[in-house]
Nanobody, 115 residues
Framework: QVQLVESGGGLVQTGGSLRLSCAASATIFSPNRMGWYRQAPGKQRELVAAITNGGSTTYADSVKGRFTISRDNAKNTVYLQMNSLKPEDTAVYYC?????????WGQGTQVTVSS
């Protein structure tokens, strides 16, 4: 069974930075794609950023230029560096791993940006 362990959420002021981490259990090796989604109250879950095992990245338009996704394949870990945070970035952030046709989800970590 694949387990995803997230860390790094918290409370930050507008303009601040946070770094999220998500480590996948060793039962999978070099997942096809790793990424982050977020869900704000009353809204649908949306893709924030994703990165393939080849290093190709995808970002939501709302975070381009502010967020950077990266991964360490040796550690099965994906990171999300979030800079210039805005109140509208407030949400629960979920780690996602897509591997061999199966989606795996983390438990979610709260990010709150105060104005």
């Amino acid at each position: 069974q694949v387990q995803l362990v997230e860390s790094g959420g918290g409370l930050v002021q507008t303009g601040g930075s946070l770094r999220l981490s998500c480590a996948a259990s060793a039962t999978i090796f070099s997942p096809n794609r790793m990424g982050w989604y977020r869900q704000a109250p009353g809204k649908q879950r949306e893709l924030v950023a994703a990165i393939t095992n080849g290093g190709s990245t995808t970002y939501a338009d709302s975070v381009k230029g502010r967020f950077t996704i990266s991964r360490d394949n040796a550690k099965n870990t994906v990171y999300l560096q979030m800079n210039s945070l805005k109140p509208e970035d407030t949400a629960v952030y979920y780690c996602n791993v897509f591997h061999l046709g199966v989606n795996y989800w983390g438990q979610g970590t709260q990010v709150t940006v105060s104005s």
